[in-house]
């Protein structure tokens, strides 16, 4: 039971990396090549498993597809959320002085700002398509990490290992990145690893209010924003692209759960 | 020592300060007020006091991890600025053993990994006889080679400061700075650590410094004592000179408190109270607040002055230059 949050994460990332890898080979229609009026709105069963939408596509296929871009924006944001974070949070609880001075203030901004709001914003300077969304998502959302992480290297740079690192003569790039980094990594792996879920939820927004990925490409806040028109006719439409997205970001929430109780120090047995 | 060997490290006049702020005043904490000495090639000298009398400011600032206020720190005949010696130069000149072995291994790598560093850092031997050299070290510090393969947590405390002083080593310095380097360590590892100080500072002709709060520890090893006091040093001399004919009353103070060791004659044994703060420095001699043996001239004036006992031994307290009233 100690494990199940881990094993249920990871269950969850595994089968939705497998998903998006193999789409083409598990998708029985094309996403978007597949429409035909006269299917449209069919109920699950049949030939459809999960039914049709209003243009007769198949939502099975959708969602299946849909993975890649949920999967692609939420590990690619996170990535780029996490590593200005963490450059940020690190140097300036190394440092300190006026730049962490800058990094608190600039981080208290984004934490006052929606991200939501703020990425909206760089959205509509940037005109919609992946790129954008991939920058506007990914680098709206690193003020958790930069806390973190600076808040670890106040901790660690009194540690004497720090200071027996100065004294060889290392510079302070090695002792920031080589001798701080790996002691704090655990706790960022899980704000990481839970940011990921957050970054799905994000796209999905934006998609759903028609700044995200660009239609026809199937994503599944697009798909849930075309289903609500369809609601009381053909509630399956929005079920299960819903359902995908509440099991993926669960599954990411949980897997990060998991890692912090396996990552926890005081838990780690001999390596 | 001759005369011609220039010294390991010479420390001059050196000032330490921290400013802290309160409020809208900032006071400045004098952590090392004035403090001169020589150490020879080869040589221990003992570094003892209360804590908060500045000898780790002392430590820091030799090392370079703390900027001195003013005077001047020259390492083997040359100053130990940017110009002349500095960063890496600095670095392999003069190492450090700090008081916390639990916490001076980085706790994500493993040996190799730990000693290997300065090594590649500082290029002392090629890649291929890294592996030779780090045995060498393990050796050196009296543990096995295969202990390059674990993590710290695998070792002891005794251990891990073995672990410590080989890294210091790997660069092969002139001088090793100990700060409380078995403080931390169960009485019965202690001595062996002492011993293994000694055994290297004779093999590899290591200078030392060696500062502890514990006369005992430092007794033991030292070919020289320096008693530091609020930022000053009250003593200094060859061990048998402070141990046997303790000049300031500190001094015997601190004698009398250590156990089983040799009983300093004289009055002056019993010291009360704790140090005051550097912050709020008494006026006079730091000292007299706490001195059995206080006189007038103790309480006003900046401070007794140096007086030269005899060859090497130096203290700095009224009672030497001036007669007590009956």
Redesign the interface.
Known sequence: MQRFNLNFGLLVVAALVFVAAFAPFLAPYSPVDFADLRNSNLPPGGPFLMGTDEQGRDIFSRIIYGARISLLVGVVVQMMNTFVGVTLGLTAGYFGGWWDEFVQGLTNLMLAIPTIVFALALMTFLGPGLVSLLLALGLTDWAYSCRISRAQVLSQKEQNYVQAARTIGFGRGHVIFREILPNVAGPLVVVATMGVGSAILAEASLSFIGLGVVPPTPSWGGMLARAREQLMVAPWIAVFPGLALFITVLGFNMLGDGLRDLLDPQGRADR | MSEAILPALTVRDLHVQYSLRKGLQTRILRAVDGVSFTLQPGECLGLVGESGCGKSSLAQAI???VEPASGSIEIAGLPADKTAIG??D???AI??V???PY???????TIRKTLA??LH??RLCPPSEVEDRIRTLLALVGLEPDAADR?P??FSGGQRQRL?IA?AL??EPRILVCDEPVSALDVSIRAQIINLLLRLKDELGLALLMISHDLGVVEHMSDRIAVMYLGRFVEEGRWDQVLSRPAHPYTRALLASVPGATKATGPGRRMTGEAPSALRPPPGCAFHPRCAEAFEPCRTGSGPPVTMLEEGHCARCHLLTERVPA
């Open positions: 090392m370079g991890i960063g890496l600095r670095a392999r190492q450090m700090f008081q916390d916490s001076s291994l980085n706790p994500r790598m560093g300065p850092l500082h993590y947590h695998a410590c890294r790997a660069v």
